[in-house]
């Protein structure tokens, strides 16, 4: 049995899903920590299109075959590995009177959206891996 049955596409996306919404905490956790800032602009990562694309196969990261020699890769893996999201300034119409765009209620808002999905993906892997365990054990 080929091992790259075990860690199929779900994994990899939930893997990458994980890797995405902690860069992501940490920008809004920069936007939080500049809300006194004067002429600071928010921003967010932005990848969830990125990674819908990369799962239908259609982003443009899949490495282009150049040489007769080179082995064309299975799948959607790597397109998914080469996601990286995109930084997005949030441009606001509630600046104070220090140009600052960060609304502390918007942030705190996508901070926990953004915490709610991680452990949800968190938690999808550990019931993936749980799976895998069952199925080589025999047992939960």
Same mark, same amino acid.
């Given at each position: ?8 596409? %779900? ?10 919404? @902690?860069?992501?905490? %940490?920008?809004l956790?920069?936007?939080l920590?500049? @809300? ?16 819908? #694309? ?9 490495? @282009? ?27 606001s119409?509630? %600046? ?9 209620? %918007? ?31 025999? #047992?939960?």
């Open positions: 049995m080929p091992i790259d049955g075990l860690f199929n596409t %779900t994994i990899q996306v939930l893997a990458k899903s994980i890797d995405m919404r @902690a860069k992501n905490h %940490t920008m956790s920069a936007n920590a500049n @809300a006194e800032t004067p002429n600071y602009t928010p921003s967010v990562l932005s990848f969830e299109d990125e990674l819908k #694309s990369a799962l239908k196969g259609k982003h443009g990261g899949t490495p @282009a075959l150049t040489n007769p020699r080179h082995i064309p890769l299975k799948g959607n893996s790597s397109s998914i590995q080469s996601v990286q999201g995109e930084v997005v300034n949030i441009a119409s509630d %600046t104070g009177k220090d140009n600052n765009g960060v609304v502390l209620e %918007t942030e705190m808002t996508q901070l926990a959206e953004n915490q709610i999905m991680y452990n949800a993906s968190v938690q999808m892997l550990e019931n993936k891996f749980t799976d895998l365990k069952y199925a080589i054990t025999g #047992s939960k």
